[in-house]
């Protein structure tokens, strides 16, 4: 069974315009290996931006007179990129998927009363690994201002104040789905886990074999034209800790999430193998009542 995957990244108003040319895709050309160019023509809108992201943001605050005291430092701008596995989507297929994502849009509308208006943008991609949805939307709050009039605030930080903000989304955007006909289960908490949320491209930087080889390509071994040994030390000391601390501490560090996450399974199994002992053990107890009670039941008719 597939999981349904939300993740939140926050961006100040410098990150903008980098993010906008990959999300509306206005490069002619990408590092991002993943991306196939000629898959392209399948991305779609949700919700299409009518100027870049910054100017999109401007006119939004101005239409809907935006509170909040904005800083050069200051997140104004929320990303969720909503996505699952390509098992899943293929089992769905084409008509489910795109509900899938139009269900998921209207969870964000809905979330903490967000609203429509607060959207910049949802772009829909199929041309990289597995379909994903790219959603921007300006973190407001519902509030009320020192005279109790209520206002729209613009305030990163009071939309994710609570220390569990991102387990009530996960566990939100679970439900929404479910309850919409998804067949999806829930992963477990990270407090379980004990293993963080990595963006993609974390993931990409710790698991990927073409990185790896490019960083061992680096490593060059640069001696002096008449080296002696010490020379020699040298320079193999420092090829070597750049081998331990680019590639094998990052792998390193990911398997053993990765045992914390079966340790974690293993316990849960074992609370359930608990579970179903105890209620055999009250089958066989009432049982055995049964039993005593029908023997009893026939003495009294003898």
Same mark, same amino acid.
Request: with cysteine.
């Given at each position: 069974?597939?999981?349904?995957?939300?993740? =939140?990244?926050?961006?100040?108003?410098?990150?903008?315009?980098?993010?906008?040319?990959?999300?509306?895709?206005?490069?002619? =050309?990408?590092?991002?290996?993943?991306?196939?160019?000629?898959?392209?023509?399948? =991305?779609?809108?949700?919700?299409?931006?009518?100027?870049?992201?910054?100017?999109?943001?401007?006119?939004?605050?101005?239409? *809907?007179?935006?509170?909040?005291?904005?800083?050069?430092?200051? #997140?104004?701008?929320?990303?969720?990129?909503?996505?699952?596995?390509?098992?899943?989507?293929?089992?769905?297929?084409?008509?489910?998927?795109?509900?899938?994502?139009?269900?998921?849009?209207?969870?964000?509308?809905?979330?903490?009363?967000?609203?429509?208006?607060?959207?910049?943008?949802?772009?829909?991609?199929?041309?990289?690994?597995?379909?994903?949805?790219?959603?921007?939307?300006?973190?407001?709050?519902?509030?009320?201002?020192?005279?109790?009039?209520?206002?729209?605030?613009?305030?990163?930080?009071?939309?994710?104040?609570?220390?569990? +903000? *991102?387990?009530?989304?996960?566990?939100?955007?679970?439900?929404?789905?479910?309850?919409?006909?998804?067949?999806?289960?829930?992963?477990?908490?990270?407090?379980?886990?004990?293993?963080?949320?990595?963006?993609?491209?974390?993931?990409?930087?710790?698991?990927?074999?073409?990185?790896?080889?490019?960083?061992?390509? +680096?490593?060059?071994?640069?001696?002096?034209?008449?080296?002696?040994?010490?020379?020699?030390?040298?320079?193999?000391?420092?090829? &070597?800790?750049?081998?331990?601390?680019?590639?094998?501490?990052?792998?390193?560090?990911?398997?053993?999430?990765?045992?914390?996450?079966?340790?974690?399974?293993?316990?849960?199994?074992?609370?359930?193998?608990?579970?179903?002992?105890?209620?055999?053990? *009250?089958? =066989?107890?009432?049982?055995?009542?049964?039993? &005593?009670?029908?023997?009893? #039941?026939?003495?009294?008719?003898?």
């Amino acid at each position: 069974m597939s999981y349904a995957i939300i993740r =939140n990244a926050k961006y100040k108003r410098e990150n903008l315009k980098a993010v906008y040319r990959h999300n509306e895709r206005k490069n002619k =050309n990408y590092s991002n290996k993943d991306i196939d160019k000629t898959k392209s023509y399948l =991305n779609y809108a949700l919700k299409e931006p009518e100027f870049n992201y910054e100017k999109q943001i401007d006119k939004i605050r101005e239409k *809907y007179d935006l509170k909040g005291q904005i800083k050069t430092v200051s #997140n104004i701008v929320c990303e969720y990129v909503i996505t699952s596995d390509n098992d899943f989507f293929k089992r769905i297929g084409e008509k489910e998927t795109k509900r899938y994502f139009e269900t998921a849009y209207k969870f964000v509308c809905e979330y903490k009363d967000l609203g429509e208006q607060y959207i910049l943008s949802a772009k829909v991609h199929y041309d990289e690994r597995s379909p994903h949805m790219h959603l921007l939307f300006l973190p407001v709050v519902h509030t009320t201002d020192k005279k109790g009039n209520n206002i729209d605030k613009l305030a990163c930080s009071e939309f994710w104040k609570a220390k569990d +903000s *991102y387990r009530q989304l996960q566990n939100a955007f679970f439900e929404y789905m479910v309850s919409n006909g998804f067949d999806f289960k829930r992963g477990l908490p990270k407090e379980e886990t004990n293993r963080e949320h990595y963006t993609v491209k974390e993931y990409k930087n710790i698991t990927n074999f073409e990185k790896t080889k490019e960083t061992l390509k +680096s490593i060059k071994l640069e001696l002096p034209e008449i080296p002696d040994l010490k020379d020699i030390k040298k320079v193999m000391i420092g090829r &070597d800790e750049k081998i331990l601390n680019d590639i094998i501490k990052p792998k390193d560090k990911l398997i053993e999430e990765l045992y914390q996450d079966n340790v974690a399974l293993h316990k849960e199994l074992s609370k359930q193998a608990k579970t179903i002992e105890e209620a055999e053990k *009250y089958q =066989n107890e009432r049982d055995k009542i049964i039993a &005593d009670n029908k023997e009893l #039941n026939n003495t009294v008719k003898i």
